[in-house]
Each structure stands twice: as C-alpha cells, then as structure tokens.
C-alpha cells in the first residue's frame, strides 16, 4: 500500500513536469486511491442485557505487534455506530467504555478475559459488535431490632479476602433501604458501621446479624444483576473514642522548623482507614464509633505545603478497649539512608530506576507513591513501609538489606519488602546486578501464530506454592514472538491464553502452566501453546 510520503514523492518529481490544475488532480487521485487500499474498521455498540444501541460509547482501536500507528479513539452515534477508517493493516484491539458500564474488549469470552486482536489486511473490512454489560449491584435494608428501617445509616461493600477489601460506601435512605453499585463480579460481603441513635448505640455489623467476619452472610455478584434483600440488623452495644491533639511541640526548647499549617491524621482497622485533616499546630481529631480491636493511628505533615516545612509525622499501634486520648507530638522525620550498589550513575536523577514505596497497615496495603533521594535519603514517617526498586534496563536487583517487619515466605529482593521505619538510622541497601536474562519464544494455536495473545511470567515459589513478585505480562506481534527482558534469576512459571486478563496462581495451577528456571546472563527459549479453557 502507497503511503502518504510515497505520494508527496511521487508529486515532487511530477511538479517541475505538470501544470498546477493537473498536478493537484493527480494528488487528489492518488490519495484517493491511498485510502481505498486502507483498513476500516466498522461496528455497533449496544446494552449487552437489552440490545438497545448505546451512544456516546468510546471506542479505541490500539494497534499491537508491528501495526503501524497509536491507539485512536472516536464516539459511537445515537444509533450505536462506530467506523475506523485509513487504518494500516495490522492487528488491533478494540476497546469500548461507557460511564454506568463494565470496559469490554472486543472478543472477551468472559468479563475478565482478554479481548482477541482484529487482524486486517491491506483495504481490508471488519464489522464488530461490542456488547457493555452494567457492573453489578445489592440492595437492602438496614433495620432496627423491631425491623423498622434505619435512615442515614452508613454501609459498606468488601471483597470477601483477608483482610476485607473495602470497595465502596452508601448510606440507607429514610426507609433504611441501600442499594451499592458499581461492582465487579466476586464474592462480596456487606457491613453497616457504627452510628449513634437517641435511642442506642449500633455496632458495626455483617450481614444479616454478625459480629465476626468469620460468621458473615457473603454473596456472589454478578454482571447486569442486583442481588436484593442482602438486610443487615445491626446489633446494640459500645463503640469507642479516639481523638486527641496534634502538637509540633518538640521535646527540646526550640523547635527544628516552624509548624506545618496541616496534618494528615489515619486510623486503620482491619477494615479500613479513617482520615482526617488537622489544621493549626495544636489542632484536634477525633474518630468514633469505633469497634473494640487493634488498630494503628498515625499522623503526617506533609513537606510540599511550603519549602521551610519538612516532612513530619508519628505513629503508634495499639489495641482498642476503651475511649482513648492520644497527644501526637509531631516531630520532623528522620531520614531513611539507602544505598543502591552497582547502579549506573544518575540512574535515580536522570527517571532510569526509580523507587517506589507505600504504607502498609492492618488495612493492607496503601497507595504506591513514587519517592526521589536526595543524596541517597528520604524522609520517611515512622511505622510499617513498602519499599520496591524499579531498576533501569539491562540490571535486574539481586539483593536487599534492611530492617525486616516480617520478610515472609513471599517476599524477594526484586519485589516488595516489608521495613518498620523507627526514625533512628533506618538504613536499606540494594544491590543491583547487569546480568539479567531474556526469557523469548512462539506462541503457537495449533500450526499457527498467535497474533497478539496475552503472555504472563509468574514469579514462582514451588515449594511454598506462592507467587513471589507482581505478574509481568506482555503480547505477541505479528509471527506470534513474544519477549520478557531484564528477568533475574530464579523460579517462574509462565502461560499464554487469552482466558484471563490478569490470572492469579490459582488458574495458572489449571492451567498447567509450565515451570521454568531462569539462569544469570542468557538468552533462554520457550515456546508456548495457546492455553483454552474447553
């Protein structure tokens, strides 16, 4: 297929020989004949339960492998029509969203399945039918004692996991009915938080009347469905207190910077985090309606308010069995030391490695945050960190030391490592390796190529049974190659299928899925088939 600069060159050598009427005829027909040739990708997206059209869809056409381009996206019409056209032959996926609707990928034989590539060759047509499915739902009613509807009263959905992962929070209206949406497919379980009435104190309850997460009533959500009648009957009893102040007044006389004018204050449970913001030097907080159990409150100041402030903060753990005051004396953060031996130079500075780390409670795990040492250190608050070093390419991490909260079977040098930062020389070292390997291969459906199929690395424990760092995944281009670079030594496990999006171990254990093991500094072959669920 002739390409636009093939036509500019064509016209540039015809100028100094054609009149201007007849050149520009001739670019006109040229490029005419330049987009017959090209690929065009035509479709409708409807309701996926009713079959009614859907406007205002998004739909984007990603090229991958060798396909020429970016992704380009454009609005399906009031009768649901949607056209690519001039595409490059190539392969693509096709995506397609909507506010109120689960993102589908054209091909998907479930919800968490990846979608199948749209291969078209040059001046070739593809007709697609996107069908968005609405995210799942429950509903019920949160009732007192004599089964009277309680409004206003807080609930909340979790993944059923351990700890309970919070996913989303609604209050009942004045019939006490709730209804949360929004959820994937999975196994959920429902809880009312504490509250206070004139006439009692509630508990913070499971449905239907549990205390214990152990005894809680769960249920499976599906796609286009709302499970009903999911009723809570939270029960009578004491909730606790914790406030107190935040000061920044230091032990010594002298205080080592001015106070900041905000302070972030958390409390975490095994069933989530609270937070306030606390302003002033002397302000105060106060969490209620708090279960009975362990809990970790800590506070920060953050340094970005002014550049005279530092990073402040304070911690504690402890166990709740009664309403409790705490004075936090918000200190200037000490200063974790790293050291990264075998790192190239500026690697840090220049964005080539990068170090990331998040807060780790009895909530689970908290949002990853990108940090940047200045001369090797960064303030860090005290309390139970996450720290991960993202390499630059060609180095993989061969080993870490530093003060463990609890390495655990499931923890590596190259993966996320648990620290309790104390704020009194904490000191983690990194040491890096540019010996990495290359893990490549064909994935193969039957005879042929698979063009664009999902290929996943699992690092591996086989004896623990344990999946060790994050799932890396890639995809295959055009003659089905596939490529995972800088791997570091060790025990892995790896699948090609387009069954699942992201799989956990559990279906890697279905799917047979190949162990390997990978040596220091090679080039390692393996070719893959296609997994199928039949």
């Not at 080539?352 to 250190?377: C, H, S, T, W, Y």
């Not at 061969?398 to 499931?410: E, H, I, N, T, V």
């Not at 042929?448 to 999902?454: H, M, Q, R, V, W």
Request: net charge neutral; with cysteine; glycine share 8%.
């Amino acid at each position: 297929m002739k390409t636009a600069q093939d036509i500019q060159a064509a016209c540039a050598c015809a100028s100094g020989r054609l009149p201007g009427s007849i050149l520009r005829l001739f670019l006109l027909l040229a490029l005419t004949a330049c987009i017959l040739q090209a690929a065009v990708i035509r479709g409708t997206a409807v309701e996926h339960y009713t079959g009614k059209y859907l406007a205002r869809v998004v739909v984007t056409a990603q090229p991958i492998g060798n396909t020429a381009g970016g992704p380009i996206s454009t609005r399906t019409n009031v009768s649901g029509l949607f056209e690519f056209s001039a595409l490059p032959a190539g392969a693509y996926v096709v995506k397609a969203s909507r506010l109120g609707f689960m993102p589908v990928e054209y091909g998907q034989k479930r919800w968490n399945s990846a979608g199948l590539p749209v291969t078209l060759e040059e001046a070739g047509t593809a007709f697609l039918a996107l069908r968005l499915p609405r995210w799942g739902a429950i509903s019920g009613t949160v009732v007192d004692e004599n089964d009277i509807g309680l409004p206003e009263h807080e609930v909340a959905a979790y993944r059923n996991t351990r700890p309970p992962q919070l996913v989303a929070r609604v209050k009942s209206d004045e019939r006490g009915v709730y209804r949360i949406s929004g959820l994937e497919p999975g196994v959920y379980l429902v809880r009312t938080t504490g509250a206070q009435y004139e006439e009692g104190t509630y508990l913070p309850t499971f449905s239907k009347e549990s205390i214990p997460v152990e005894n809680a009533r769960f249920v499976e959500v599906d796609l286009d469905q709302q499970v009903n009648n999911m009723d809570v009957r939270p029960l009578l009893g004491k909730l606790f207190t914790v406030s107190g102040i935040v000061t920044t007044d230091p032990p010594n006389p002298q205080p080592p910077d001015p106070p900041p004018p905000s302070t972030l204050v958390t409390i975490a449970t095994d069933m989530g985090r609270q937070n306030l913001v606390v302003n002033g030097p002397f302000g105060a907080f106060r969490f209620t309606a708090l279960s009975p159990g362990p809990y970790e409150i800590y506070a920060q100041a953050p340094a970005d308010n002014d550049p005279q402030y530092k990073l402040q903060g304070w911690y504690v753990s402890s166990n709740l069995v009664a309403d409790t005051i705490h004075k936090m004396t918000n200190l200037v953060t000490r200063e974790v030391t790293f050291e990264f031996r075998g790192a190239p130079p500026r690697a840090l500075e220049s964005g080539a490695m990068q170090l990331l780390a998040r807060r780790k409670d009895f909530a689970g795990e908290g949002p990853i945050e990108v940090v940047k040492p200045v001369n090797n250190r960064v303030p860090v608050p005290v309390g139970r960190w996450e720290f991960m070093l993202v390499p630059p390419a060609g180095y993989y991490v061969a080993s870490f030391l530093g003060r463990m909260q609890s390495r655990g079977d499931k923890s590596r040098a190259d993966g996320w490592n648990e620290v309790r930062v104390t704020g009194s020389g904490d000191y983690l070292r990194y040491t890096l390796s540019g010996n990495p390997s290359t893990l490549s291969g064909v994935v193969k459906n039957g005879s042929e190529p698979a063009i664009g199929a999902p290929v996943f690395l699992e690092a591996w424990d086989p004896v623990t049974r344990q999946r060790l760092l994050d799932l890396r995944s890639t995809l295959t281009d055009m003659r089905g190659r596939y490529s995972f670079k800088d791997v570091a030594p060790g025990t892995y496990r790896v699948l090609a299928t387009f069954e699942y999006r992201t799989p956990d171990s559990a279906a890697l254990d279905a799917a047979a899925a190949p162990t390997i093991r990978i040596e220091q500094q090679g080039d390692q072959q393996r070719d893959l088939d296609l997994y199928v669920i039949q």
